[in-house]
């Protein structure tokens, strides 16, 4: 809201500097953006928030200076002289009805008959400059500026152009057309208002004015306008056409449904001073009736202490309310029945007065050290685990990222490890052809791999820990939002599953039994994909990006990617591990040299060696590959792993560690046929 | 490891398997004694490196070899064989150092035997070479920012809470007295979903699902499933669909902090938010509210922060609206309650003299690896 400096002081009389006021108006509720000299004037920018649209005008904003200055406010009465009274009753030229009353609670119109269409005065046309409205002639002027002066937007119709003299409130037709006064072509539904005569839409109601009924320099008869619409209808009218006004901005906000009348009249009275004329006698009133039934409210004295923690004199609150405009209907020492004024719709409640108190009072004079008892907080168990999950990801080298939560149809395709169903959808894009809610995370990591390749960023290994959106069958309740981590690296799949294997470690400290499956996708490289499983549930799953999507995406090398399911991994969580006593007695480590079929897996081997070994068995270490085709033929690879072997009661004889390599031995030889190095 | 290891190993199986003390003990004797007389022998580097590698090498050289056939001992014979061990280890080294100093020049007393004193210039140590830094990853400044707000915000009893993304509109409006007519529910505002067989879902409906645009949304969550007292910090994403820009991008990060009691004041939310910026910012802040409006607030403010001479905003605040206590079953009679929120972009932004928020969301390593 632009507020012209000169045109506020009409108001009210101010002994500060524009400056010093807009810092006042700033702290009391009406931000402050800039102020501007224009002229000998000054435009204050300020902010006005939503629930103020008194504050659309400049005598709201008086009001408020009023009140903070202790000073009067002068409102002016519209009187027109009798010399400028139509001895004709308004009812008498044209006739109204209203089809539409939840888009148009109140609609009354006045007439001016003979007026004179000609440029404004220069007073005017300054204050309207000056707030960036742009002057058109005395007839419009006039509208605008009762609008910017009281926040009631206005329109003033062309009396001859309106066809059958009738004004009919009612939704548009689906897709009827309009022409506005910007001369451009809008298609309506039945959601708007429109004003119409007894033939056509001449207003889109509370938006726009029509082109066929505007006031020009020929017109000499008027019909004046104020109405009251509802702001759900305006905004939606005004979102749809992209048709935004300063009058749908008001209406959105709420205009004062008692200020209708106040404002046609100081309109004619503006007018017939300016245009010459004469004021038809009456309204055409939709609701003449009317009447904005505010409630009453009652308001506690220690209900203001409780809330803003500190007392307030109970007269300086009253003082306060009475001047922003509320009426005391009965008092006590300390408590008060009192009614809003209809400009303050938002004010129906104590809480509301209490607000009302508080930022005239000055919010600096409540204090900044008052009693606050001490409480206890707890670290949550997914704070602990995510610090793990996190020092494991850095430690390997993975610096993290944070990638959108919704992807475009490329991302979204590329992989959908967690669930078979379609992605959820938004309606509305978030990035460029984004609205696909994501399955995986490992796309958007991929394609963070391949910025940072772009940018000559080396071997960038990212990873990052957010939710995946997965679908359920039935669209009941929300979709499951599943915690997880992903990553994308150079190395090779032993890496991505390396970092799994640590990760559980550390977070559940063998708590969480793991089996492995192969997991295949097009995405995945062949014989590279794992899922892992836990209690029967997907934990997390690994691989290395396959050579179709290596070439699409022209990545310039191989990539390892897996994503980790934190939700239950946190099922596993072991907050406070237990000491497991050292073993005083020293391990025996015996190295064997596997000759096995190429098809065997480590998986099987060290699950056969672990269950033939027997409890003896402390660690079963991978150490090698390698094959010789000239010593062992083709299709055999050998696999060097050491045993370690400890007994927690004694320490192991020779003779105990032969025993367990014999049943190593003979179990490997039986399920694989392996056969050990001579 | 490699094949050549395995060679050795499969060159002396025997040593892999168990020996008596005898075994073990004449084992290093004649070790001993061939180490002694090759190492008397030899006559230039490259051969005393060879000769160090077949004795003492660190992964399979003989005393390692025959050190693991000590395992196979018991333990009352160990402690013998331990001793013999490093009394054999000790008189290898010493002649693996008697040879090296007489391939240098030096006597075996190291005195010098040239006159000219010109020692032989062989590859030597720069301790100055760049130090190995093993690469660590580094935690993303936004995540930084957040767990420096949890841990503040914990030392002054509030506890992190969180909740979904993906949230119904009673959570995301209704229950937060955000009314069917609020501009704040417009469907171009919002990222609503999808549903099946119709593109536009109405946003009025109930079941009417969106991707939440404030954490307020967990504050009801938390309120609706526990009794006060409440002191709590919701975290998380947030999304509303503004065009990215330096300022603006359409997902971003909120906390929110929420405290219901009795009797909790305005006087208590300002003294608590001083502390929060004084412990933030390391040093004595003042706090200034300018009143403003929310729908989940009343009275409701806006926060602003001294530091460095100038007033910045730090987020808005008010007194839990009655209405919100309602619908979560609280009796704003009984219990009252302040709330708060701030952006943790801005606040990580400024921390960091960040000042595209877009960065934040590159993931360029560059960007990353500064934090």
């Not at chain 1, 504050?55 to 709201?60: A, S, T, V, Y």
């Not at chain 1, 995370?441 to 940072?452: D, F, H, K, R, T």
């Not at chain 2, 003989?62 to 009394?87: T, V």
């Not at chain 2, 209405?323 to 952006?343: I, M, Q, T, W």
């Amino acid at each position: 809201m632009l507020v012209s400096w000169e045109w506020l002081t009409q108001y009210v009389d101010i002994d500060l500097s524009p400056d010093d006021m807009a810092n006042r108006f700033a702290l009391s509720g009406l931000n402050h953006e800039s102020t501007t000299k224009v002229g000998p004037d000054f435009v204050i920018d300020l902010e006005v928030t939503s629930n103020r649209g008194d504050c659309l005008g400049h005598i709201g904003v008086a009001r408020e200076a009023s009140v903070l200055l202790s000073t009067a406010l002068r409102i002016p009465t519209p009187i027109v002289s009798p010399a400028s009274v139509d001895s004709a009753q308004t009812s008498s030229l044209i006739k109204l009805s209203n089809r539409f009353e939840t888009g148009c609670p109140r609609y009354t119109g006045k007439v001016i008959r003979g007026v004179k269409v000609a440029p404004s005065p220069a007073w005017m046309q300054r204050r309207l400059t000056a707030i960036g409205v742009k002057p058109v002639n005395n007839v419009v002027d006039a509208t605008n500026y009762v609008m910017f002066e009281c926040g009631q937007p206005l329109h003033a119709f062309d009396l001859s152009k309106i066809r059958g003299s009738e004004i009919i409130v009612r939704p548009a037709e689906a897709k009827e057309k309009f022409i506005a006064i910007d001369h451009r072509t809008y298609e309506l539904d039945p959601s708007m208002v429109v004003i119409a005569d007894a033939e056509r839409a001449i207003a889109l109601g509370g938006v726009m004015g029509g082109e066929d009924s505007e006031v020009s320099e020929t017109t000499v008869d008027l019909l004046i306008e104020a109405a009251d619409f509802t702001p759900l209808a305006i905004r939606r009218a005004a979102r749809k056409l992209r048709l935004h006004s300063p009058a749908s901005y008001r209406f959105e906000r709420r205009v004062n449904p008692e200020g209708l009348l106040w404002a046609a009249e100081r309109c004619c009275q503006l007018i017939v001073e300016m245009a010459g004329g004469k004021v038809t006698l009456g309204f055409v009133d939709s609701a003449p009736q009317s009447k904005t039934q505010m409630p009453e409210v009652i308001l506690r004295k220690q209900r203001i202490i409780d809330v803003l923690g500190i007392e307030i004199p109970w007269k300086r609150s009253l003082d306060i309310l009475t001047a922003l405009g509320c009426t005391i209907v009965s008092k006590s020492d300390d408590k008060a029945t009192m009614v809003a004024p209809p400009y303050r719709l938002d004010l129906p409640r104590e809480i509301d007065l209490i607000e009302e108190v508080a930022r005239m009072n000055g919010y600096e004079k409540i204090p900044e050290d008052a009693m606050v008892p001490v409480f206890v907080s707890a670290r949550r168990d997914k704070d602990v685990m995510l610090q793990r999950v996190r020092s494991v990801a850095t430690a390997a080298g993975y610096d993290e990222a944070l990638t959108a939560s919704v992807v475009n149809k490329q991302a979204s395709s590329l992989i959908s490890p967690w669930t078979a169903l379609p992605p959820l959808m938004t309606q509305v894009q978030l990035l460029e052809g984004a609205t696909f809610l994501r399955r995986s995370i490992v796309p958007s990591l991929i394609q963070a791999y391949q910025n940072n390749q772009s940018q000559q960023n080396r071997d960038a290994c990212l990873f990052e820990t957010a939710m995946v959106y997965l679908p359920s069958a039935d669209s009941k309740g929300l979709p499951t939002q599943q915690n997880t981590l992903a990553w994308v690296g150079t190395g090779s799949s032993r890496d991505s599953k390396g970092m799994i294997d640590e990760i559980i470690h550390r977070v559940a400290h063998g708590q969480a039994v793991t089996t492995e499956e192969d997991f295949t996708d097009p995405s995945i490289a062949d014989n590279t994909g794992v899922r892992v499983l836990c209690d029967g549930r997907m934990l997390a799953w690994y691989g290395n990006v396959s050579r179709s999507v290596r070439s699409t995406l022209k990545l310039d090398q191989d990539l390892t990617f897996g994503e980790l399911n934190l939700d239950l991994l946190q099922e596993f969580l072991l907050t406070i591990p237990r000491l497991k006593p050292i073993v005083p007695y020293p391990a025996i480590q015996r190295d064997l040299n596997f000759i096995l079929d190429e098809s065997v897996r480590w998986g099987s081997l060290s699950q056969v060696v672990h269950k033939s070994a027997g409890e003896l068995l402390t660690d079963c270490i991978y150490r090698e590959t390698y094959r010789d085709a000239k010593k062992d033929g083709e299709g055999k690879k050998r696999v060097l792993l050491s045993l370690i072997l400890q007994s927690t009661t004694q320490t192991l004889t020779g003779q105990q560690a032969d025993d367990v390599v014999a049943k190593v031995l003979q179990a490997t030889k039986e399920s694989f046929d392996a056969t050990i190095v001579a | 490891m490699g094949i050549f290891v395995l060679d050795r190993l499969e060159a002396y199986p025997t040593l892999l398997f168990v020996m008596s003390l005898a075994e073990f003990t004449s084992s290093l004797d004649s070790l001993l004694a061939a180490a002694e007389k090759s190492l008397g022998l030899v006559a230039d580097e490259a051969g005393l490196e060879e000769l160090r590698v077949l004795y003492t090498g660190a992964k399979n050289g003989q005393l390692k070899s025959i050190q693991k056939g000590m395992s196979g001992l018991s333990s009352d014979e160990r402690p013998a064989a331990g001793k013999k061990f490093n009394e054999v280890r000790d008189a290898v080294q010493a002649a693996i150092d008697a040879a090296a100093a007489r391939i240098s020049g030096g006597g075996v007393d190291g005195a010098s035997p040239k006159a000219s004193g010109t020692k032989k210039l062989g590859p030597q140590v720069d301790p100055t070479l760049p130090g190995v830094r093993p690469r660590l990853g580094r935690l993303h400044p936004i995540t930084q920012t957040i767990e420096d707000l949890k841990e503040i915000m914990g030392r002054l009893g509030f506890s992190a809470t969180e909740g979904p993304e993906i949230e119904d509109t009673w959570h995301n409006f209704v229950a937060l007295n955000i009314p069917e007519d609020h501009p704040a529910r417009d469907p171009l505002d919002n990222f609503y979903l999808a549903t099946a067989g119709k593109n536009a879902s109405d946003p009025s409906a109930l079941d009417a699902k969106l991707l939440r645009s404030q954490t307020s949304t967990v504050q009801i969550r938390a309120m609706e499933s526990q009794q006060p007292p409440l002191r709590i910090i919701s975290l998380g994403r947030v999304y509303r669909p503004d065009e990215a820009d330096a300022t603006h991008f359409p997902m971003f990060h909120q906390m929110e902090g929420l405290w219901i009691d009795t009797s909790v004041s305005m006087a208590q939310l300002k003294s608590v938010l001083r502390m929060f910026a004084t412990s933030y910012l390391g040093g004595d802040v003042t706090i200034r509210f300018r009143p403003s409006f929310f729908p989940f607030t009343e009275p409701s403010v806006e926060v602003d922060y001294f530091w460095n001479d100038q007033w910045i905003e730090f987020g808005g605040a008010g007194m839990v609206d009655p209405n919100v206590l309602k619908a979560v079953g609280y009796d704003p009679e009984e219990v009252s309650g302040f709330a708060f929120g701030l952006g943790v972009e801005r606040l990580c932004m400024r921390r960091y003299g960040i000042t595209d928020i877009r960065d934040l969301f590159r993931s360029d390593v560059r960007f990353l690896r500064q934090f």
